[in-house]
């Protein structure tokens, strides 16, 4: 069992940055693969940044270049700094882990946070 905390949202205007946190707690195993996902009202739930166990990234198009995925096994806490934050990034921020390699931004992962909003404005 998994149990993830997420932290950091809040409100920002257009151009600004927040670093979102999710702390960790369970088998680190089960941790090898983890994400960010978002969930703005009436869209479906999208794949933002993912991070697996070897250190390897990826990121949906929209934030390539503005995001940063990273990982501190330490603190047993997984980051996501946001730069030139925009409106359309409005949305509920999850943070996911899974024991299972290479899930990227699908939506299969098997233990999900409860979300952190975050809501940018002109």
């Known amino acids: 069992q998994v149990q993830l905390v997420e932290s950091g949202g809040g409100s920002v205007q257009a151009g600004g940055s927040l670093r979102l946190s999710c702390s960790y707690f369970?088998?680190?195993?089960?941790?090898?693969?983890m994400g960010w996902f978002r969930q703005a009202p009436g869209k479906e739930r999208e794949g933002v940044a993912s991070?697996?166990?070897?250190?390897?990234?990826s990121y949906a198009d929209s934030v390539k270049g503005r995001f940063t995925i990273s990982k501190d096994n330490a603190k047993n806490t997984l980051y996501l700094q946001m730069n030139s934050l925009k409106p359309e990034d409005t949305a509920t921020y999850y943070c996911?882990?899974?024991?299972?390699?290479?899930?990227?931004?699908?939506?299969?992962?098997?233990?999900w946070g409860q979300g952190t909003q975050v809501t940018v404005s002109l």
């Open positions: 991070i697996e166990w070897d250190g390897s990234t």
């Open positions: 369970g088998y680190p195993s089960s941790t090898d693969c």
């Open positions: 996911a882990a899974d024991g299972r390699d290479g899930l990227g931004l699908t939506d299969e992962y098997n233990y």
